[in-house]
């Protein structure tokens, strides 16, 4: 059995590509609002951005979602809302494990 196909992403900001699970979506609603779309099913024209404070920051004063979104303006509480996410997802991300310890050759591990 074949494994499923991933979609793949790319973040307006960085333009690095991701799962598109690993991204968050901001979308031009067909009535012309923008919002976040946190299941990534919003119909209209969507935009990625990483889930990094960079990221959201850089989007914010290149203006990279206005223009991928062709919209004049987006509204500061959108981006707002967005480092809210970007923070809370930090915050419950599992710490990184130490580096593994290299022996030189010759020494032998403590174990045995």
Do not use: F, G, I, Y
């Given at each position: 059995m074949r494994p499923r196909?991933?979609?793949i992403r790319t973040c307006v900001a960085c333009r690095?590509?991701?799962a598109k699970r690993?991204?968050?979506?901001?979308?031009?609603?067909?009535d012309g609002t923008v919002c976040y779309d946190a299941k990534g099913k919003m119909s209209g024209r969507g935009a990625y951005v990483c889930a990094r404070v960079?990221?959201?920051?850089?989007?914010?004063?290149q203006k990279k979602l206005e223009r991928s979104l062709k919209v004049e303006k987006i509204a500061p509480e959108l981006f707002?809302?967005?480092?809210?996410i970007v923070?809370?997802?930090n915050a419950t991300a599992p710490a990184e494990?130490?580096?593994a310890?290299?022996?030189e050759i010759g020494e032998q591990n403590d174990r045995g």
């Open positions: 196909r991933v979609p690095t590509t991701d690993a991204l968050l979506r901001v979308v031009r609603q067909p960079e990221c959201v920051e850089q989007a914010r004063k707002q809302e967005l480092l809210q923070s809370q997802n494990p130490p580096p310890q290299q022996l």
